[in-house]
């Protein structure tokens, strides 16, 4: 897309043409020399010009002036950055990262949006919107905060479930009583959300699970990777300017143990994942496991998270299945229902 300021103010040009493949195609070290030699491109023109040659652009538009004054989508910083991790990905110098998720999925919900025929506005009137908002107030925000290589929680939400991952790069930037009230208050958070939701008719199934993460491409394209104008732009151009148009989180890029965690959740209760309850994998445990300074012990229907060589958080589970599915396989570990 392309704006320019012409006699009639600004104009907006919707065109493509070989020139403009051609001038993507370039080396980076060439493509400034032919953004300036692409005179003819549509990207210089007014709407006056198109409307005149076609698709044939005029040449005599003060092209020096124009090239100087020019901002074009491939010389932003977004751009370069896309180059940049496309060379990262060619060179396999992507760097994989150990970290835990959590999926909180409230069940029963998606009945409730087939019972409206899928009319959000007759969601909203019956109040089923009350679940997404209890849902978020309580987990829409981070549990653990902090700067990387720090462990800090990144939150998503999607939809009537809400995924959350945190980094557990490098052991010794991870503060052991910190990381157990992290661990203590996503627990919390599950029981107080699992009551609230259990009141309105529904539930929630929490699964905890452990694995990697890496990332392999920017994480947004905003208006900058779309729009090229000259001078100052319009008050649309601004706005366009604003507008982010892909949202790709870094720690959800590829993410296996989201990835894990959302495919157990995904068994339901035909896998023996039912609603209202927490299910600990052993994947999360060791990767846990990993970064504390003593072991975590599972015994006796318990499992203890140390803390200066007795128990800081005990967490109770009254069952245990095997999942082998999608081509990994791992002991689930599930705490007792609500009564």
Request: net charge negative.
């Given at each position: ?236 151009g601004k706005g366009l300017l604003q507008q982010q148009f ?94």
């Open positions: 897309m392309t704006e320019r300021s012409g006699g009639n103010g600004a104009v907006l040009v919707f065109m493509a043409c070989y020139d403009c493949c051609f001038v993507q195609s370039m080396p980076c070290a060439s493509r400034q020399q032919a953004l300036y030699d692409a005179g003819r491109c549509s990207m210089l023109r007014s709407s006056a010009d198109v409307t005149q040659q076609g698709s044939r652009p005029k040449t005599n538009l003060g092209l020096e002036n124009m090239a100087q004054d020019s901002h074009h989508p491939f010389e932003t910083t977004e751009y370069l950055e896309r180059v940049h991790w496309r060379h990262r990905v060619k060179d396999k110098e992507l760097e994989v990262v150990p970290c835990i998720s959590s999926w909180f999925d409230i069940c029963g919900y998606g009945q409730a949006l087939e019972s409206v025929g899928w009319q959000l506005t007759k969601l909203r009137d019956r109040g089923l919107f009350d679940a997404l908002e209890s849902a978020y107030s309580l987990l829409g925000y981070p549990l653990i905060s902090g700067v990387p290589p720090m462990p800090t929680e990144r939150v998503l939400v999607i939809n009537d479930g809400i995924a959350r991952t945190t980094d557990l790069a490098d052991p010794a930037y991870i503060n052991h009583g910190a990381f157990l009230f992290y661990v203590r208050d996503l627990l919390i958070k599950h029981f107080q959300l699992q009551r609230i939701l259990v009141d309105q008719a529904l539930g929630l199934r929490t699964i905890l699970a452990g694995g990697e993460r890496c990332q392999y491409t920017p994480q947004n394209v905003t208006g900058h990777s779309i729009l090229h104008y000259t001078g100052e732009p319009s008050e649309y892909v949202y790709h989180p870094a720690e959800f890029q590829m993410n296996t143990a989201f990835a894990m965690a959302y495919t157990v959740e995904a068994l339901g209760s035909k896998g023996e994942i039912t609603p209202n309850r927490l299910y600990i994998t052993d994947t999360w445990l060791k990767n846990i496991n990993a970064v504390l300074p003593e072991p975590v012990v599972v015994d006796g229907g318990v499992i203890r998270l140390p803390w200066n060589g007795s128990a800081g958080i005990s967490i109770a589970f009254d069952k245990r299945i095997s999942v082998n599915t999608k081509g990994f396989t791992t002991d689930v570990l599930i705490n007792p229902a609500i009564k």
